[in-house]
């Protein structure tokens, strides 16, 4: 069983930095894809940040210049080094990865991490 889970989250202030981790554990045979994404309280998931099948890196605008998405496969990881928060990046903070377990013939599956919180405050 693929599981996904973040960690590096928290209580910062504003201009402050925090780089949040995903790890995928399990039969992983490789990670096709990496997104981060965040959830304000009432509103929708939105997408962040991601790293696409095809080795494309897509930001959101509000975060552009400031979060950089990477992935190490090596150790089954994505990571979401974020910059100069705001307020308005306090949010729940979730990983999405496209995990193939079977081999490369295995076109992969979407998992979901539980989430991070981070929270921007002076």
């Known amino acids: 069983q693929i599981q996904l889970t973040e960690t590096g989250g928290g209580l910062v202030r504003p201009g402050a930095s925090l780089t949040l981790v995903c790890r995928a554990s399990?039969?992983?045979?490789?990670?096709?894809?990496v997104g981060w994404y965040r959830q304000f309280p009432g509103k929708e998931r939105e997408l962040v940040a991601e790293i696409t099948t095809s080795g494309s890196y897509n930001y959101a605008d509000s975060v552009k210049g400031r979060f950089t998405i990477r992935r190490d496969g090596a150790v089954n990881k994505g990571f979401l080094q974020m910059d100069g928060l705001t307020a308005e990046d306090t949010a729940m903070y979730y990983c999405?990865?496209?995990?193939?377990?079977?081999?490369?013939?295995?076109?992969?599956?979407?998992?979901w991490g539980q989430g991070t919180q981070v929270t921007v405050s002076t």
């Open positions: 399990g039969p992983v045979f490789s990670i096709n894809a």
């Open positions: 999405n990865m496209i995990v193939s377990e079977w081999g490369p013939h295995d076109p992969g599956r979407a998992y």
